[in-house]
């Protein structure tokens, strides 16, 4: 049988306490205990079904932490307050002092910044490595590598991890896959290939209305535990956890996220087609000629398409401004960072979501200085939107 995300959603039978199909949100911070015994219990997470504390478990939070387990055919999951609030958890949860981490080059900005510059404070090394080049990421691991860390599809370059031999790589030498799915949700299962914990900023595609910052970690019932301990749980004892009702706001929105990634990925797929007609040259995952197609094509879930992020170059940023400029005066869509919105959003990477990567290491990885990455739109009539792009293209002087 093959693996349905979707389908794992929609047969989750989640209500509320007076039948309400929407489950309530618990808009409490505390809980109460009839018995002191349970409260203690519940304190060594020892008693099922009762909750704490919000900061631990929240009930909305457990509604959508729920679906999003199934959603990945993970044993369990926890939300936080933003992904980065998820990633950095993660990381921190599985590395000590002096351990090592092996990451891929291209990620996040935040990411590359939070591994790059932030966890030396905590005598953490980490290695950055092509993650396509699976020699190079064997060779890295060290005697004290923890974690081989990467996106399902890289952020901003468009590169595919091969999540099942990376998961090999790691689990040979007892070190965790950990997965960023951000870009690829439901078109990408990476637990069911074998990484050990997937992340995301659900910020993005998940809720798809760029009206909350929000995070996940879904993993093994004693990873999950574990993160929530209350004497060594990062998330417990950091506490960026999420808001319920941004919870139940999210929630609602998971279950339209099926048909909202096929639009996305239809969108995409059909401007990358027209740009390459008319001279443009696209990164595009979808794309035949692209140099992760087949091995997406072998990881992917049927029927979601190829995502919703390509990128051109411009040749400089200052083409690049030039042009996203227009496209916004023409209604594109939006000069914006992020991804995975109804509208359709375009940045030039390397002066934004990038920008936390050296000059010389931006360079070196292959992200150009005109670099437009494009989040793809809901758009009902995307040949008008291919028009407006070609016209601004045209009057940049980048098309005939
Ligand atoms: C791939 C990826 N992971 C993580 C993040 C961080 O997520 P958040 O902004 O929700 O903290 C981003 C943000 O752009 C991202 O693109």
């Known amino acids: 049988m093959k693996f349905d995300p979707a389908s794992k959603i929609q047969d989750l039978l989640q209500f509320g306490e007076y039948g309400d199909v929407n489950p309530s949100v618990t808009d409490s911070a505390t809980f109460t205990f009839m018995q002191a015994k349970t409260m203690l219990d519940t304190f060594h997470g020892e008693a099922e079904g009762c909750f704490l504390y919000s900061r631990h478990w929240n009930p909305s939070n457990k509604y959508l932490a729920d679906a999003l387990a199934a959603m990945e055919g993970t044993e369990a999951a926890w939300v936080t307050a933003s992904g980065m609030g998820a990633i950095t958890s993660a990381i921190l949860q599985l590395c000590n002092a002096g351990d090592h981490i092996v990451a891929s080059r291209t990620t996040y900005g935040g990411t590359f910044a939070f591994l790059n510059n932030y966890v030396e404070k905590f005598n953490i090394g980490v290695t950055f490595v092509n993650i396509t080049d699976l020699k190079e990421v064997e060779a890295a691991i060290k005697p004290n590598t923890r974690i081989v860390y990467t996106e399902t599809v890289t952020n901003p370059l468009l590169e595919v991890s091969d999540v099942r031999r990376l998961a090999d790589i790691a689990h040979k030498h007892n070190a965790k896959l950990l997965v960023d799915n951000t870009f690829t949700p439901m078109m990408i299962t990476p637990a069911q290939l074998g990484a050990d914990v997937v992340l995301y900023s659900l910020t993005k595609f998940v ?89 997406l094509k072998s990881i992917m879930n049927e029927k979601y398409g190829f995502g919703g992020m390509l990128s051109f170059d411009a040749g400089t940023a200052d083409k690049a401004a030039e042009v996203m400029e227009m496209m916004e005066s023409e209604g594109v869509g939006y000069l914006a960072v992020s991804l995975g919105y109804f509208k359709t959003l375009f940045s030039n990477s390397g002066k934004s979501t990038s920008s936390e990567v050296p000059e010389e290491k931006q360079k070196e990885m292959g992200l150009s200085e005109g670099l437009i990455r494009f989040s793809v739109g809901l758009d009902s009539e995307i040949d008008r939107t291919f028009d407006m792009i070609k016209k601004c293209l045209k009057q940049a002087g980048m098309i005939k």
């Open 207 to 295: 809720n798809g209305k760029n009206d909350c910052v929000a995070g996940a970690i879904c993993g093994s019932k004693e990873f999950i535990a574990s993160l929530i301990d209350v004497n060594s749980g990062t998330a417990m004892l950091l506490g960026p956890v999420l808001d319920p009702f941004r919870s139940s706001s999210i929630l609602k929105n998971l279950h339209t996220l099926h048909i909202r990634m096929q639009q996305h990925s239809r969108n995409a797929m059909y401007l990358a087609e027209k740009l390459e007609e008319i001279g443009i040259t696209v990164n595009y995952p979808g794309l035949k000629k692209h140099s992760g197609h087949a091995l």
